[in-house]
């Protein structure tokens, strides 16, 4: 039965008028869709979004609860979640459909490629929420504040842009902290080993599936805020 769900919801998030899928798949291989990149690139605001309101970015965004989370709260910014999952990405494309959540939309890919789909400075903030730690020492550039992920994020976005991290991985955390540290394109602004002592704003506030997991085991959730330079 699991099977079949995850079946019918693959087909049926391909016709969801918020979601962009950057691969099809063919004779079992994955395909990058040329002409969606080509379409969207550079053109997120005006053509998937109909508006001049600032992209923002959720990474690996699975179900999309951030995503949605952040739409809700900011209006009058645009957010996309971001995962290869389309299942994942199912769940989160229709309840925005269903609460009319305008400024909510997906974009299935693999985030490696994310280069391809989003024009250099085009972004205002990204958020990383309870990423993969990839905890062995040899799968440290999988990890999305690595320094060639870092390399890849600062063009996209603009002068002075956001990125957020919030993790319960001590070891993902403590790699995070000195990659931006060192890196030439990031200004680390704040952090927090302990996010939900004492909540800075409504956005942190947000609440995940697996945040109320890791809470409720009684794990502590860390922070971080940097912004760009360029």
């Keep these: 039965m699991a099977g079949k769900n995850k079946l019918r919801q693959f087909a049926e998030v391909t016709s969801f008028p918020n979601v962009l899928e950057a691969f099809s798949f063919d004779d079992g291989y994955l395909h990058l869709n040329e002409d969606e990149k080509i379409q969207m690139k550079g053109l997120w605001a005006s ?10 970015l959720e990474l690996a965004c699975g179900k999309g609860e951030y995503t949605l989370g952040l739409a809700r709260l900011y209006p009058q910014c645009n957010f996309v979640g971001v995962d290869i999952k389309g299942n994942r990405i199912w769940k989160g494309a229709r309840e925005a459909l269903q609460q009319q959540l305008d400024n909510a939309g997906f974009l299935r890919s693999r985030i490696e490629f994310i280069n391809e789909y989003f024009n250099e400075g085009e972004v205002s903030d990204i958020w990383i929420i309870f990423p993969d730690p990839f905890r062995r020492k040899r ?6 504040t690595s320094k060639p992920f870092l390399d890849r994020l600062h063009i996209l976005m603009r ?11 001590e070891s993902l955390f403590q790699f995070s902290l000195k990659s931006i540290e060192v890196h030439p394109h990031f200004d680390l602004e704040f952090f927090d080993q302990d996010i939900d002592r ?12 697996y945040e109320k997991k890791h809470l409720a085991e009684g794990k502590k959730i860390s922070y971080l805020r940097a912004s760009v330079i360029k």
């Design 47 to 56: 053509e998937f979004f109909g508006n001049d309101h600032p992209v923002c």
């Design 139 to 144: 799968d440290d550039n999988n990890r999305l």
């Design 159 to 169: 002068e002075g842009a956001k990125l957020h991290l919030k993790t319960d991985s």
């Design 198 to 209: 004492n909540p800075r704003s409504e956005e942190l506030a947000i609440k995940t599936f």
